[in-house]
């Protein structure tokens, strides 16, 4: 939290990158957040950013109040009472950010204005149903030849299940945004 500190270290981590990268993450329901990798050049002409990758299962959930970056703090902080084995799990460059509270200020303003924009239920809701659509033709085919999913029936419920909760999601995410806005 000590500005000249700060300063240096955002020298050298990208902190927009992180700040998009962990809404990105967290609305979306990323399970792997932290289990993953960074890249930066050695001239440091790009800064330590973290990498986008494993959203295979996001929005995997069948329960609303899904796991959240800001349900578990032991996790952003690195607590081993957590349980978890922090030997493969390296949170000191989040750590760093969240330590910092004018940046957690700067966060919960940049994560309003996303969720007003590019994450508006509006905006997700057309970019899923023009993937829905550019798919449905081929899910017959795909069907016949993997088995999986069991019919077009089954196809069209898991849609309106993912649907829903593109639907439902900003409101969990903006009670986790408020408790979150406590902590500070």
Known sequence: NNKENFEEYTKLADSDYFMDYIIAQTFFYCSATYSQKFAHTTDNSLKWRPLYYDFDLSFNSTSGNWFGFFQHDQ?????????LDLRITDTSLYNAFMRNTEWKLKFLKRYGEVLNST??????????DGLVASMKDE????IKRWGSPSSMDRWNDSIAELRER???????????????NNQL
């Not at 996790?75 to 349980?83: A, D, V, W």
């Not at 899910?139 to 795909?142: C, K, Q």
């Not at 639907?167 to 979150?180: G, P, V």
């Open 75 to 83: 996790y952003i902080r690195g607590l081993t009472e957590s349980g």
């Open 119 to 128: 994450l508006s239920t509006e905006n997700l809701l057309a970019v899923f």
């Open 139 to 142: 899910m017959p085919r795909t």
């Open 166 to 180: 593109i639907k439902s999601r900003r409101k969990y995410i903006i009670a986790q945004l408020k408790d979150f």
